[in-house]
């Protein structure tokens, strides 16, 4: 048994990252054999990348994807950490697959992502959910087939966390969850340690893949077809800062743009990485998409002190109206806390300010959540979450105005679509995203899915627009 240690977890050694071809022994390969598996997933875009990867392993193994999980042979449970109702939705369902366990004894119960590297987690696994078989971590994804077999040789709950990271894996065999849109991996992990945040301590230490390993994924990504890549990692812009040499974010995004897959996007930027030499490279490249994900978390310079984010709002701002100006068209959306431990009424105040001034096409806004073991959850919290409940809503006024007047003006207008697929409305519908990220529905032929159309703007809501199809 291996269990999680937030100690070793927040630790940064110096040591090389290593790497490592990722190999299935032969000898259990056939371990799923006319076996059904299904994966839930919560949380990021890199947990999403993490479940396409974890297919792949146990159809390695001969399971079989089921899209009913109350008869699956196996499910297993990516969970997520960033904030309390992540956690009790996975401990929920945990609830819900004890009473199946009881009606279904070989039923496989397995629990991995950020959860699984948190001390307190682990513990109650060990003490009160015992119906959870094994456990495995983030940094030990590609350990699923061996911890899986120990678990079935031995009938006993295993459970293998590592809290420093260990060698980089290359090679894990994924099932992408589209034909044309792909996610992929650049850098693993987040040195950057918000205050706020857990990220550093489940995901461990940066470390970025190299170059040759990604472009390498991208061009078999652009021969099988695929329009659109995301670069993924927790702070994309720090890419190859661990490296020592000066091949950078701007570097690899312009060697990625030059493989001509139709879409390059990148998820999630930090701010405080942000280079000119970046901006001029998404300006100069049609295929790199004007929509660009800036976090922004407070609008108050004295609560971005306190959490850490290393930028005042001034900084931030200069960022930003730099980013408009020299990336025409460009779409940015945001994150953002409100009742961060200590926030006044007028720190408050600031975002809100923030919020007119950005105007953003999309904002994902939360209120403060303690995460166990970071430095936030040790600062005095006296607002109330009444309080908080109402500065939300009232953010939330302000940010949803800006989307709906942001998609008005493009009424009118014909936009690039990548069409995704069928939306709920069933068969005559479509729905895809603009170059800025914008969410479209439409009518048209099933043909039209995995390619990029001309779409004109006919309608716009706060979330979404609506257009017909140009021919
Ligand atoms: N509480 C609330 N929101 C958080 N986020 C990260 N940690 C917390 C937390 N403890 C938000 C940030 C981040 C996004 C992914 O989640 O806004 O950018
Ligand atoms: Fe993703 Fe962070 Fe949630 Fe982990 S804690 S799944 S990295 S959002």
């Known amino acids: 048994m291996k269990l999680p240690s937030y100690k070793e977890a927040r630790s940064r ?34 947990n999403e990348h993490d479940s396409e990867n974890i297919k792949a392993m146990l159809e390695e193994l001969g399971f079989i994807e089921s899209l009913d999980m109350e008869s699956s042979d196996l499910i297993i449970l ?13 401990f929920g369902m945990l609830g819900r697959l004890k009473h199946l366990k009881e009606t279904r004894k070989d039923l496989i119960v397995g629990l991995c992502g950020c959860m699984a590297q948190e001390e307190g987690v682990v513990d109650e696994i060990l003490h009160k959910y015992r119906q959870v078989d094994f456990v495995f971590g983030t940094h030990n994804l590609h350990r699923l087939p061996i911890v899986l077999k ?30 044309h849109k792909a996610y992929v991996n650049i850098m693993y992990g987040c040195d950057k340690f918000c205050t706020y945040c857990i990220v550093p301590y489940t ?18 990504l652009v021969r099988d077809g695929y329009q659109e890549v995301t670069l993924l990692g927790q702070n994309v812009n720090a890419y190859g800062k661990d490296f020592d040499s000066n091949y950078k974010m701007e570097n690899l995004l312009e060697d990625v743009a030059k493989t001509n897959i139709p879409r390059v996007r990148f998820m999630t930027s930090h701010p405080w990485d942000f280079t000119d030499q970046m901006i001029e490279v998404i300006a100069k490249y049609p295929n790199i998409m004007p929509s660009i994900h800036l976090p922004v978390q407070s609008g108050s310079s004295r609560i971005l002190k306190l959490m850490g984010r290393r930028y005042t709002k001034e900084e931030y701002l200069e960022l930003f109206d730099k980013i408009k100006e020299k990336i025409p068209n460009v779409s940015i959306s945001t994150d953002i806390i409100v009742g961060f431990p200590g926030e006044t009424e007028e720190d408050f105040e600031d975002t809100l300010e923030l919020a007119e001034h950005c105007k ?14 970071t430095a936030a959850c040790r600062l005095k919290d006296e607002t109330s979450l009444k309080e908080k409940e109402k500065r939300l809503y009232k953010l939330n006024t302000i940010v949803n105005k800006y989307f709906l007047e942001n998609n008005q003006k493009l009424v009118g ?17 479509l729905f895809g995203y603009t170059d800025t990220n914008k969410l479209i529905n439409f009518n048209g032929d099933e043909s039209l899915i ?22």
């Open 13 to 46: 050694k110096k040591e090389k990252v290593v790497i490592e071809e990722y190999k299935m022994p032969k000898s259990i390969n056939k371990m799923g054999h006319n076996k059904t598996y299904y994966v839930k997933t919560y949380g990021c875009q890199m």
């Open 78 to 90: 990516n969970t997520c950490s960033i904030r309390e109702n992540a956690h009790n939705k996975a």
């Open 150 to 179: 120990n678990y079935l040789d031995n009938k006993k709950q295993e459970i293998e966390v590592l809290s420093v990271e260990g060698n980089l894996i290359e090679g894990m065999p994924v099932k992408r969850a589209s034909k």
């Open 203 to 220: 995901r461990g230490k940066q470390r970025s893949r190299h170059k040759e390993d990604i472009l390498k994924e991208v061009k078999e």
């Open 360 to 373: 953003y096409d999309n904002a994902f806004t939360f209120i403060y959540s303690p995460r166990e073991n």
């Open 413 to 429: 207008k014909t936009v690039k679509v990548l069409v995704d697929g069928h939306n709920e409305n069933g068969k005559t519908e």
């Open 450 to 471: 995995g390619k990029i159309i001309s779409v004109k703007v006919t309608d716009a809501k706060t979330w979404s627009l609506d257009g017909e199809y140009v021919e």
